[in-house]
């Protein structure tokens, strides 16, 4: 009888400690298994970069090879696609990272006429359909072919134009926290208004304009919808994977597609590094 109470107390007990830690640990334990399913995409991609598949098509794993990395661009046509969608992004977020900063630095810091609705057509992007967004800007520019031929051009106009939101938003956000009595201050010590911002305000919002160009390079580089619609005969990165995929998934795309993850990950890690060092010598 003492036999039996004293495992069945032991195992209530064990029981109790389990719920105890799962109600203490429930938003921790929440979160870890949501960012799994996030990363088990990620995940996939990554692994099968490292596939040795028999055939045309990288669905099923069939052995580990290195060889994917090494002949990253022995598909034709992929190392074109993948330099004419890094040009465009590295342009068009830098663009759209400088038009999107002084948009906010405007909203933020004056009133002016019409900027209620300036606000409006910022946001504007940002709820439009890709695909209307897409197939507008085409409309434009079919109007515009006796100067603007539908190519390179009218990819990087598409481009900046929906990222200067991202950007405005990004270093609005920084703006609407900043604290101006650090301008004042400045000023009042004998600093001009280019002095002021170069030495007190650009150095106070860096950190939101370098996130902005992150985020907007990201989407740049990973835009199909609007692309399409806008490429003409140019073939960037998502338009070859999409062609790509109708005849065969080749493993070198996840090649890509892990390089690219891996170094957005590392400037965003590196962008955060920087921030808390600079918090720490504040």
């Known amino acids: 009888m003492t036999s039996v109470a004293v495992p069945l107390r032991s195992r209530r007990g064990t029981l109790a400690a389990a719920v105890a830690f799962a109600r203490r640990h429930v938003l921790t334990v929440y979160s870890l298994l949501f960012f799994a ?5 990620i995940g996939v991609v990554i692994a099968f970069s490292f596939n040795d598949p028999k055939g045309r098509f990288n669905y099923t794993w069939q052995g580990f090879t290195w060889k994917n990395w090494e002949q990253w661009n022995a598909i034709p ?26 948009v906010a630095l405007a909203l933020v810091r004056y009133g002016f006429r019409g900027r209620a609705a300036t606000n409006l057509l910022v946001f504007l992007p940002l709820s439009t359909p890709e695909i209307v967004l897409g197939a507008s800007l085409l409309t434009l520019f079919l109007n515009l072919t006796s100067v603007l031929p539908i190519g390179f051009w009218t990819i990087l106009i598409a481009h900046i134009m929906f990222c200067i939101s991202f950007a405005v938003v990004t270093v ?15 000023m009042d010590l004998g600093a001009n208004e280019l002095t002021t911002f170069t030495k007190v305000t650009l ?6 304009i370098l996130a902005a160009l992150l985020l907007c390079f990201a989407i740049s580089i990973d835009d199909f919808v609007v692309t399409y619609f806008n490429a003409g005969n140019r073939v960037t990165f998502p338009i070859f994977v999409w062609g790509a995929a109708r005849v065969a998934t080749p493993p070198q795309i996840n090649v890509i597609g892990t390089a690219i993850f891996v170094v957005a990950v590392t400037l965003m890690l590196a962008n955060v590094v920087f921030q808390n060092r600079r918090a720490k010598q504040a």
């Open 172 to 186: 609005k956000a920084r703006l609407i926290g900043f604290d101006r009595h650090l301008e004042e201050a400045a």
């Open 203 to 208: 150095p106070l919002i860096a950190p939101a």
């Open 77 to 102: 046509d992929l190392q074109s696609a993948i330099q004419l969608s890094l040009l465009i992004a590295l342009i068009a977020s830098i663009v759209a990272t400088l038009l999107g900063t002084l």
């Open 37 to 41: 399913y996030l990363m088990l995409p």
